[in-house]
């Protein structure tokens, strides 16, 4: 059974520093990474996806890498800002059963 | 540009009240799901329905029935609610359609359902 681990699950960094959230996977068949932001009291909003034969995607501020092998993805935030405090989820899909696993997310807080 | 809507936003029920939550999408999608969220545990889904007209079971579906309407409307029914269903339910929708499970792409904003 897939499990997706996301360590911290909270951080708090001063406005303006880069900052790595990690992602890690038990079950590396994997067929994509997602990773989604959640605001406060809504729902989930995908920021990027990464195929399995990908080993990263980028949108504007945001990088995420995958590394299959070791069962790990970064989000990597580049000068971060107020506005990114959020809770930020992984998602894998897996190749055979086609069903994704989320992790329980790590809340991100940037102090002005 | 409303996406995916779901309504009510909140509910309180008392242990054994039945009520059926609804969600509709007008993205023109397939594929519609419904996940709960509980802390520490992720977001784990319910149902789903890879197209108008299919529906099957996700990974928590014990106590739950759900109801495609429409290609729109995907609704989620709790008969006689439990206290450990106390949660947030979220109805998710993606442009993929076929056979299996596809990825959910848009969410709602939730439903938070309080059983007393």
């Known amino acids: 059974k897939q499990e997706v681990t996301q360590i911290p699950a909270a951080l708090s960094v001063p406005e303006g520093e880069n900052l790595v959230l990690n992602c890690s996977f038990t079950?590396?068949?994997?067929?994509?990474l997602q990773w989604f932001r959640q605001d406060p009291g809504k729902g989930l909003t995908s920021l990027l996806l990464?195929?399995?034969?990908?080993r990263e995607q980028t949108s504007g501020r945001l990088n995420a890498s995958l590394d299959k092998s070791s069962g790990r993805s970064t989000l990597y935030i580049a000068a971060s800002q107020p506005g990114d405090s959020a809770t930020y989820l992984c998602?894998?899909?897996?190749?055979?059963?086609?069903?994704?696993?989320f992790g329980d997310g790590t809340t991100l807080t940037v102090k002005p | 540009n409303a996406g995916v809507t779901q309504t009510p936003k909140f509910q309180v029920l008392k242990t054994g009240q039945s009520m059926t939550l609804q969600c509709a999408q007008d993205?023109?999608?397939?594929?519609m799901y419904w996940y709960r969220q509980d802390p520490g545990m992720g977001l784990r889904l319910i149902y789903y329905?890879?197209?108008?007209?299919?529906?099957d079971k996700g990974e928590v579906p014990n106590g739950y029935n759900v109801s495609r309407l429409n290609k729109r409307e995907f609704s989620l029914r709790l008969e006689s609610a439990a206290p450990s269903q106390t949660s947030v339910y979220f109805c998710?929708?993606?442009?993929?359609?076929?056979?299996?499970?596809?990825?959910?792409?848009?969410f709602g904003d939730g439903t938070r359902l309080s059983i007393l």
């Open positions: 998710a929708s993606s442009e993929l359609g076929g056979t299996g499970v596809g990825q959910p792409q848009h």
């Open positions: 079950d590396s068949a994997i067929y994509n």
């Open positions: 990464i195929q399995s034969s990908q």
């Open positions: 998602a894998v899909k897996d190749t055979n059963a086609g069903k994704s696993t």
């Open positions: 993205m023109n999608h397939n594929s």
């Open positions: 329905s890879a197209s108008e007209g299919t529906t």
